[in-house]
């Protein structure tokens, strides 16, 4: 497939991971793949970045301090739609157990990712 031609050419990516190498490593894919990449370092600053940017996606960590992945993703679904509350959102985290996938589809992303992430499953 032609980068140009992925699936997420063009869409609006919120990238949220407290670490930095990983961060700007999901960055660095998804831009190959033509998304438009915002980031964010902390579940706090990922909820501002969705009122700022109204992302097409997030991407989000799920250990994470303060707020974690799961209470994060809670939080966004509490917000109306035309404030991002209907977002899709895909789980990128190291916890790969089946539990650890039924919790994030219930805490409400709509897909799971273990780490280390697959360069063709972000595209």
């Known amino acids: 497939m032609n980068r140009n031609d992925s699936a997420i050419s063009g869409l609006k990516v919120l990238v949220l991971d407290d670490e930095p190498d990983a ?11 033509h998304a438009d990449v915002v980031v964010a370092g902390t579940a706090a600053e990922g909820l501002e970045q969705i009122q700022i940017h109204r992302p097409d996606v997030i991407v989000s960590d ?17 917000l109306p739609a035309r404030n991002g509350g209907h977002t899709p959102a895909v789980a990128l985290t190291a916890l ?20 280390p992430v697959v360069r063709r499953q972000l595209s």
């Open 23 to 33: 961060r700007e490593f999901t960055k660095l894919i998804l831009t190959l793949y």
């Open 62 to 78: 799920i250990s994470m301090p303060q707020m974690d992945g799961y209470q994060f993703i809670r939080n966004v679904r509490s």
């Open 96 to 115: 790969n157990r089946a539990e650890d996938r039924t919790k994030a589809i219930n805490a409400g992303f709509q897909r799971h990712l273990s780490k």
